[in-house]
């Protein structure tokens, strides 16, 4: 605390020194007494009793770094806000201020002093009844002058705020932190400081020297967009999983069948196939979304598109086409005669015939998962509950990992008895999933439906059950050939490698030449159907092979992958494009270190000890005794010092 004398209080308020020794006197003016040398009375009056302009004048007449809150206002034109516009905190700090000026002005009302004084005594008592609160006549008057421009941000106390947001760090310096800060590498900040500052010193060494490494440690906390961050340092698909938006699904007005998702599951349970070799078989899957019962599920050691429409058939035969299906992007849904090539199409093939694929002849309208999304099939949680209830019920469960994977099932393999054969497995998933999953409580996220079970559910919102007769159905599940033409061998098949001519005379004589395509069905390829390119029937044409090749593999298929552009996904990728450096050209990591290693290594300084001491792992040296100041560092061997001395003696 500073104080004045009462001829410094008078010269500042340019007036007489009794004129402020009355004031004293008077009370008007807080002052502390004590006595001087010669027993007279001396006033000190604290620095704080004079208003904040006579404050400022004794500051700077004394060269005295003058308080932030005593500085001129930084005239600068703030947005208007309103009250609600502020934080919590805020909007307590502008009320308690108004209801602090509303309490000034009735006190001046009712008060017997004139305005000035009874001001000056409002401070007093303000400041006895809240210690914590900073006030003085000069901040009553701003804040009044505020309140009355109804300029609400006036009444906060926004020392330091001028400051707020700024930086140390010239924006050159951060965008070169920025380049290797946002990288997949994911460097360390304390790492990426170092590089800058091995960069600027190459490239703009006037920018030295760097602020502090904390100062870059706080602007990363607070000024890089955590999309931004997440984007640089994690990838793409960490930014698609974690940041940016996606499509909340509503069940409510869902009705069965009308949407159903198809995926496979690799079983944690191993099983003998017939040849005794011992593998993990594979579900493949169709889940009704509204209710979560599987509809069609077919067990297959490898999924493949005829394992998929095999589910697919099973579960219409049961519960009738759906309107829609939810699959991946894998080739065992996505084949050319099965859902179509979608965007994998190239641009050669647009123009070409293909036959109306499976799902279409169906009527059902196939959607595809975004690649790569952790978020789009919600069959995958169901999965989980096959895991938990299914798989963990066999001897050879071997959990989904390492950790998961039981103590026992070494001794249960060893043990072949105990091994479940492929047939089990089979039946033992389709009588659990139907009759036992498909009737547990329903879980999902329509909460009118909670306490009903999963069939209950599909029954009760079950609109409308589409079907289709036995041959129809047949038919529409058959899978296609691309167009060919009718040669001199009829049409043919490609199948496991090898090729399965089929033809008659009636097809040789009248359609030889015409652009066809087939269909047949893969379990019995004896025969298949032919059409032309305008999908008219023509006839069924029988093999010409003598034997008549298993349906040994399928054909492979390309997928149809959802394209969509999202928003921010496009505004991230353009700001972390816009944190790259661009003023002296981004150098890499790498290149840094290993350059100012080059330059260590040319200024390394060579090793030179000032003592070089001998060791020999194959000889236990005795010490003489050490003179006065000597240093143990050179061990002598005594008896051969004495062996040395008798050589010398009789040399002589």
Same mark, same amino acid.
């Given at each position: 605390m500073i104080y004045l004398t009462t001829k410094e209080v008078a010269d500042i308020r340019n007036c007489s020194e009794r004129h402020i020794q009355a004031g004293v006197t008077s009370g008007m003016i807080n002052a502390q007494i004590i006595m001087a040398n010669n027993n007279r009375k001396k006033y000190l009056i604290p620095l704080n009793e004079l208003t904040d302009a006579e404050q400022f004048k004794y500051y700077k007449s004394h060269a005295i770094p003058i308080p932030e809150d005593l500085l001129p206002e930084r005239k600068s034109e703030r947005p208007h806000k309103e009250f609600d516009e502020f934080s919590a905190v805020q909007r307590e700090e502008i009320a308690e201020w108004i209801r602090i000026l509303n309490a000034w002005d009735e006190y001046c009302a009712t008060s017997k002093l004139q305005k000035v004084p009874a001001t000056e005594k409002f401070v007093q008592l303000q400041k006895v009844a809240n210690s914590d609160l900073k006030i003085s006549k000069g901040i009553l008057y701003r804040k009044k002058k505020a309140l009355k421009a109804d300029d609400l941000a006036g009444l906060l106390d926004n020392r330091g705020s001028w400051k707020k947001g700024t930086s140390s760090i010239p924006e050159e310096v951060w965008q070169c932190f920025l380049s290797f800060y946002l990288d997949e590498a994911q460097h360390p900040i304390q790492a990426c400081y170092e590089y800058t500052e091995m960069w600027i010193k190459r490239e703009a060494p006037q920018l030295l020297p760097l602020p502090a490494y904390a100062s870059f440690y706080r602007k990363v906390q607070t000024a890089i967009p955590k999309p931004v961050e997440i984007m640089g340092r994690q990838g793409m698909k960490a930014f698609r999983d974690r940041c940016a938006p996606y499509i909340r699904r509503t069940y409510e007005g869902m009705a069965s069948n009308e949407w159903w998702i198809a995926d496979n599951h690799t079983f944690d349970v191993q099983t003998k196939g017939e040849n005794g070799s011992i593998h993990r078989l594979y579900l493949t899957a169709f889940f009704d979304a509204r209710s979560g019962i599987f509809t069609g599920c077919y067990v297959t050691d490898a999924p493949s598109s005829q394992a998929t429409l095999i589910a697919l058939r099973k579960g219409i035969v049961k519960y009738g086409i759906p309107e829609? %299906?939810?699959?991946?992007?894998?080739r065992e849904f996505l084949t050319f005669d099965v859902g179509g090539l979608g965007h994998r199409l190239k641009k050669s093939q647009k123009d070409k015939f293909a036959p109306p694929p499976v799902f279409e002849r169906l009527g059902?309208?196939?959607?595809?998962? %975004?690649?790569?999304?952790?978020?789009?099939? %919600?069959i995958e949680r169901r999965f989980r509950d096959v895991k938990d209830r299914l798989s963990r019920l066999f001897p050879t469960y071997t959990g989904g990992n390492v950790v998961e994977r039981p103590e026992r099932l070494k001794k249960v393999i060893k043990s072949a008895d105990n091994i479940p054969t492929d047939y089990e497995l089979t039946q033992a998933v389709e009588d659990i999933l139907t009759y036992y999953m498909n009737e547990k409580p329903y879980s999902g996220a329509v909460s009118s439906d909670s306490g009903k079970s999963r069939m209950q559910v599909y029954r009760e919102q079950l609109k409308e059950k589409r079907v289709a007769a036995e041959l129809d159905l047949n038919l529409m599940l058959m899978r296609s050939t691309r167009s060919q033409k009718v040669g001199r061998r009829g049409v043919h098949l490609t199948v496991a490698g090898e090729k399965i001519d089929y033809y008659n005379d009636d097809l040789i004589l009248n359609h030889f030449g015409e652009s066809v395509y087939c269909r047949y069905d893969p379990e019995d390829i004896s025969k298949v159907r032919i059409y032309d390119l305008d999908d008219n029937y023509i006839m069924t044409a029988p093999t010409d092979n003598e034997a008549v090749l298993a349906y040994g593999a399928s054909k492979d298929a390309v997928s149809q992958a959802l394209r969509k552009v999202k928003s921010l996904e496009k505004l991230t990728k353009q700001e972390l494009k816009a944190s790259q450096i661009t003023a002296f050209g981004k150098e890499t990591a790498l290149n840094l270190v290993l350059a100012t290693a080059e330059e260590n290594k040319a200024n390394a300084e060579e090793i030179n000890p000032k003592v070089i001491s001998v060791h020999r792992a194959d000889e236990t040296a005795e010490q003489l005794p050490m003179a006065v100041g000597q240093?143990?560092?050179?061990?002598?061997?005594?008896?051969?010092?004495?062996?040395?001395?008798?050589?010398?003696?009789?040399?002589?």
């Open positions: 829609n %299906i939810y699959v991946d992007n894998g059902i309208k196939m959607t595809n998962a %975004i690649v790569r999304n952790a978020k789009a099939k %919600i240093s143990n560092i050179v061990t002598i061997d005594k008896a051969k010092m004495i062996r040395n001395l008798e050589q010398r003696q009789k040399e002589e």
